[in-house]
């Protein structure tokens, strides 16, 4: 190497590199002098603003302290503004919100409608002056002062809140409640608030206030399932928002803070109190003098009657619910928002099934300790016939059948049954009703007894809790054999086999999940048992079956474009377990269930400390599921599925299949006639025979009712006393006190209990 390159090169290259050197140290001092330079210039320059002393404390401290802190919580609202502007991402957020939907029964009758219209509204200049009044006198007097946040009113709110002890006025701008109605949920957490104040702003931005306060006109909610004033008005008052009068312009200002409590149709006295709020409001801001509103005082607003006009409420809003997905997948281009909407609803069936919960709550709900009940009746297809949502739309909107999340009991057993006869079991198959252990939970049987050798047939009749938790281990132990923990593989496969029947709930890993400790809806759990006289197919929950446009052009059909059922489970093993759920109604858990010549299948379920109480169970036509409990779990006064629920059931299917072909469940055929009364034991089996189908109370006798019944038994005592001796006998022979003692302590009920699983899982 060293001959490669000549000397004189090894000179250049050492040239080279110290000349470089040298040329960056250079560079180098050169920057750090001139940089010096100039911070000694900008220190000469920034002297000549010093403050010191006591003007630099007052003034200069506190702009900096307060420049430093903008600038810290400006970046705090600007994170707190992205969970906000999300909402806002899509181009259509005006449109979604947009939804006008008229729906007609299953035969093309009109029964309500939901959303609003808003681009065929009233123009806000056609509104009648004293709505306007009334409205920003009640809700925003400040509306058009503020940037969508009224500061002032919100400060004075508080105040006046913190001096009462309680909510007196809210704080919220019209500008915030309308983001509230189109992008937020009603739920009261700080969230939601930041949320909604940042929607506001932005709402401020993009629109006039002219045109926010026609959106709020238009799309707030009225109660009595209407939107908007002019719906409001049409529904209240029979006539066009245009043409209300002072009076009636004051109640529909005072539906705004609480539409469900001041809905005249419901309470006339609290609406026209609200009325009076308004109308004082209005003087107030100054809008109106107290001799203007003086005659509308005097001469209050009278609403329709709507008491006879009951609206499916809850199936309504799960329809409407239903209707904004199904629009969503529309294609982009479509833009149509006005529909007129054919659903699976029969009027008839839906009125039956409120009318069933309503007399079972009022006749024993007291007794029971129950609240509260949901039921959904459902075609084979998946259609849903009637759905009630809760006891009372008016007090609660919450849908029962479609949002709350239940314990479901016994009455998931058929899933189990199902995922065994899949693995190899069949309705003979022999399990031992034993004790059994799974880590440290022991599931027990009623009463702590067992019953030895059973088959799958008699274990699901008696409804034995034991049994579907050894299925669930030999399941497993079948699949893997080897498997250290076979009973976590046989739950999955429950949960996968629910998952083919339907069931979307969490359905998480526990132990006791094979006698049904987690939670699922009504609505899934009714749809689900479909599968079974569907001859193993499982449909899709629905209740829209067309869809048309304003002008009536189709849209959309459910046979044509509608999710097609699905084998879920093999036809055999549904005729099986078709079989196998008929004793359960025939001589099992549900006997109150029984219908007459129509073949009926089912399960009861009950769950700890009897919080809920369910009865699901089909026909041939269709399938139903009826729960009973409370909105705040507290235990029920020993409710089973087999009580009230199975009861509230065999009304409501009774009138289901009045003028229907009754179809054969298979499995089961076409089903058997009741046993008549012989006539000659008629009178004798008079009290069984009515407490056969009727729950009565349940069989635990307060000390109030004990002591009642001894005030009864004494006064029948006095009268026979007095009466001549033929008259004694004839009470005596007549004398209520047995029957009485049959209403408070039910054979059948007992039976059900000796027959029920467990005390706390049936």
């Known amino acids: 190497m060293r001959q490669i390159i000549p000397p004189h090169w090894k000179q250049r290259v050492r040239n080279f590199f110290l000349d470089l050197d040298a040329r960056i140290d250079s560079s180098l001092f050169s920057s750090a002098k001139g940089i010096r330079e100039l911070y000694e210039r900008y220190s000469t320059f920034m002297d000549r603003f010093y403050v010191g002393r006591w003007k630099r404390w007052v003034f200069i401290e506190p702009l900096s302290e307060a420049a430093t802190l903008g600038l810290g919580g400006l970046v705090v609202m600007l994170t707190l503004a992205i969970?906000?502007?999300?909402?806002?991402?899509?181009?259509?957020?005006?449109?979604?919100?947009?939804?006008?939907?008229?729906?007609?029964?299953?035969?093309?009758?009109?029964?309500?409608?939901?959303?609003?219209?808003?681009?065929?509204?009233?123009?806000?200049?056609?509104?009648?002056?004293?709505?306007?009044?009334?409205?920003?006198?009640?809700?925003?007097?400040?509306?058009?002062?503020?940037?969508?946040?009224?500061?002032?009113?919100?400060?004075?709110?508080?105040?006046?809140?913190?001096?009462?002890?309680?909510?007196?006025?809210?704080?919220?701008?019209?500008?915030?409640?309308?983001?509230?109605?189109?992008?937020?949920?009603?739920?009261?957490?700080?969230?939601?608030?930041?949320?909604?104040?940042?929607?506001?702003?932005?709402?401020?931005?993009?629109?006039?206030?002219?045109?926010?306060?026609?959106?709020?006109?238009?799309?707030?909610?009225?109660?009595?399932?209407?939107?908007?004033?002019?719906?409001?008005?049409?529904?209240?008052?029979?006539?066009?928002?245009?043409?209300?009068?002072?009076?009636?312009?004051?109640?529909?200002?005072?539906?705004?803070?609480?539409?469900?409590?001041?809905?005249?149709?419901?309470?006339?006295?609290?609406?026209?109190?609200?009325?009076?709020?308004?109308?004082?409001?209005?003087?107030?801001?100054?809008?109106?003098?107290?001799?203007?509103?003086?005659?509308?005082?005097?001469?209050?607003?009278?609403?329709?009657?709507?008491?006879?006009?009951?609206?499916?409420?809850?199936?309504?809003?799960?329809?409407?619910?239903?209707?904004?997905?199904?629009?969503?997948?529309?294609?982009?281009?479509?833009?149509?928002?006005?529909?007129?909407?054919?659903?699976?609803?029969?009027?008839?069936?839906?009125?039956?099934?409120?009318?069933?919960?309503?007399?079972?709550?009022?006749?024993?709900?007291?007794?029971?300790?129950?609240?509260?009940?949901?039921?959904?009746?459902?075609?084979?297809?998946?259609?849903?016939?009637?759905?009630?949502?809760?006891?009372?739309?008016?007090?609660?909107?919450f849908n029962r059948a479609t949002d709350a999340y239940r314990q479901p009991g016994s009455s998931f057993k058929p899933y189990v049954y199902t995922t065994a006869l899949l693995n190899g079991y069949t309705p003979n198959s022999i399990v031992v009703d034993g004790p059994v252990c799974i880590g440290n939970w022991c599931p027990q049987n009623y009463g702590h007894s067992y019953s030895g050798s059973v088959t799958l047939t008699q274990a699901i009749t008696r409804s034995i809790n034991v049994v579907p938790v050894k299925l669930s281990i030999e399941i497993g132990r079948r699949d893997q054999p080897k498997a250290p923990n076979p009973a976590k593989i046989g739950r999955a496969k429950i949960v996968e086999v629910a998952r083919r029947f339907g069931l979307k709930a969490p359905l998480p890993d526990t132990p006791s999940l094979p006698i049904g400790s987690d939670e699922v809806t009504v609505l899934e759990h009714a749809v689900a048992y479909a599968t079974f006289p569907n001859r193993g197919k499982a449909v899709t929950p629905h209740a829209v079956l067309e869809v048309r446009t304003g002008a009536g052009d189709l849209v959309w059909r459910w046979d044509r474009d509608g999710p097609k059922p699905r084998q879920a489970i093999p036809a055999s093993v549904a005729a099986d377990m078709a079989g196998m759920m008929s004793h359960v109604v025939s001589e099992g858990t549900a006997r109150r269930a029984a219908l007459d010549g129509i073949p009926t299948a089912g399960k009861t379920g009950t769950t700890n400390a009897y919080r809920d109480a369910w009865f699901v169970g089909y026909t041939g036509n269709f399938t139903c599921a009826v729960w009973y409990g409370?909105?705040?779990?507290?235990?029920?006064?020993?409710?089973?599925?087999?009580?009230?629920?199975?009861?509230?059931?065999?009304?409501?299917?009774?009138?289901?299949?009045?003028?229907?072909?009754?179809?054969?469940?298979?499995?089961?055929?076409?089903?058997?006639?009741?046993?008549?009364?012989?006539?000659?034991?008629?009178?004798?089996?008079?009290?069984?025979?009515?407490?056969?189908?009727?729950?009565?109370?349940?069989?635990?006798?307060?000390?109030?009712?004990?002591?009642?019944?001894?005030?009864?038994?004494?006064?029948?005592?006095?009268?026979?006393?007095?009466?001549?001796?033929?008259?004694?006998?004839?009470s005596k022979a007549a004398k209520p006190s047995s029957a009485t003692s049959a209403l408070a302590f039910p054979q059948n009920y007992a039976e059900e209990n000796v027959n029920a699983s467990a005390p706390r899982k049936n």
């Open 83 to 397: 969970p906000a502007f999300r909402e806002t991402a899509d181009e259509d957020w005006l449109k979604k919100s947009d939804l006008a939907v008229s729906f007609l029964d299953r035969y093309g009758n009109p029964i309500g409608s939901r959303g609003i219209k808003h681009n065929d509204s009233i123009p806000l200049e056609d509104f009648p002056d004293v709505l306007i009044k009334a409205t920003l006198a009640t809700e925003d007097r400040r509306f058009y002062e503020h940037f969508g946040i009224d500061i002032a009113g919100t400060a004075r709110a508080l105040v006046t809140n913190a001096q009462a002890g309680g909510v007196r006025q809210g704080g919220s701008s019209i500008t915030q409640q309308l983001a509230k109605n189109l992008f937020l949920s009603n739920e009261r957490t700080i969230e939601r608030k930041v949320n909604e104040a940042f929607l506001a702003i932005w709402l401020e931005w993009r629109l006039t206030k002219n045109e926010i306060l026609k959106l709020y006109l238009d799309r707030a909610y009225m109660g009595g399932g209407t939107f908007g004033v002019d719906g409001a008005a049409h529904f209240y008052f029979n006539k066009s928002a245009r043409d209300v009068t002072l009076a009636e312009a004051a109640m529909l200002a005072g539906l705004f803070k609480a539409p469900t409590k001041y809905a005249p149709h419901i309470n006339l006295p609290a609406a026209r109190a609200r009325a009076n709020v308004v109308l004082d409001n209005l003087v107030d801001a100054g809008f109106m003098t107290e001799g203007q509103v003086f005659g509308a005082r005097r001469n209050p607003a009278f609403a329709v009657d709507r008491r006879d006009e009951a609206s499916p409420n809850y199936y309504l809003d799960y329809a409407f619910d239903e209707m904004r997905k199904l629009v969503d997948t529309f294609p982009k281009s479509y833009t149509e928002r006005v529909f007129v909407v054919r659903l699976a609803i029969d009027t008839n069936v839906q009125k039956a099934a409120e009318d069933a919960v309503e007399n079972q709550l009022r006749q024993f709900g007291r007794d029971y300790h129950a609240t509260q009940a949901a039921t959904v009746v459902a075609d084979l297809d998946g259609g849903i016939r009637a759905m009630v949502g809760g006891r009372d739309y008016g007090a609660s909107q």
């Open 630 to 730: 409370n909105d705040d779990y507290s235990p029920t006064n020993r409710m089973t599925g087999g009580s009230l629920p199975a009861q509230t059931w065999h009304d409501i299917m009774l009138a289901a299949h009045q003028g229907v072909e009754v179809r054969e469940i298979p499995g089961i055929g076409m089903g058997q006639k009741l046993p008549p009364q012989h006539v000659s034991n008629a009178q004798a089996n008079a009290a069984a025979k009515v407490l056969e189908t009727k729950p009565g109370p349940p069989p635990v006798l307060t000390k109030r009712g004990a002591d009642v019944l001894v005030r009864v038994e004494k006064l029948l005592d006095d009268a026979a006393r007095t009466a001549n001796k033929s008259a004694a006998d004839d």
